[in-house]
């Protein structure tokens, strides 16, 4: 399953932290975290944010599983920022994916870009 939202008015690094705890509390575990800044060939002083999260599903017991979530965060400030995450839902069921949803949808609905 792959959940995409397009953000405005944000920063990349405010999003990326959030979907890292957002998924954090539903019960899995950090496999990696990149966040890489870039400027842009037309404007040095501007600068575009690229983040990568993946997460790993956790048993019971604590035993650590394969990767079940991968999260993409690419944006400026000034312009639009992308996330995508991309899951797999044996390992992270519906009811986690709804709840990382409404998070989301919570706190960053306002910044939501509409389509046109």
């Known amino acids: ?34 966040m890489e800044t870039y400027s842009l060939a037309t404007d040095s002083s501007s600068f575009v944010s690229r983040g990568t999260l993946t997460f790993k599903s956790q048993d019971k017991n604590g035993k650590v ?30 009811e986690k994916v709804t709840a990382l949803q409404a998070d989301l949808d919570f706190v960053f609905g306002s910044y939501e870009a509409q389509p046109e």
Do not use: N, W
Not at 10 to 24: A, I, S
Not at 76 to 84: D, V, Y
């Open 1 to 34: 399953m792959q959940i995409k939202k397009t953000y405005r008015d944000l920063t990349p690094e405010l999003l990326y932290h959030e979907v890292r705890d957002f998924t954090l509390k539903q019960g899995v575990v950090i496999d990696s975290t990149k």
């Open 65 to 94: 599983g394969t990767e079940c979530l991968r999260a993409h965060v690419v944006g400026s400030p000034r312009g639009e920022i992308k996330l995508i995450i991309d899951l797999d839902e044996k390992l992270f069921p519906q």
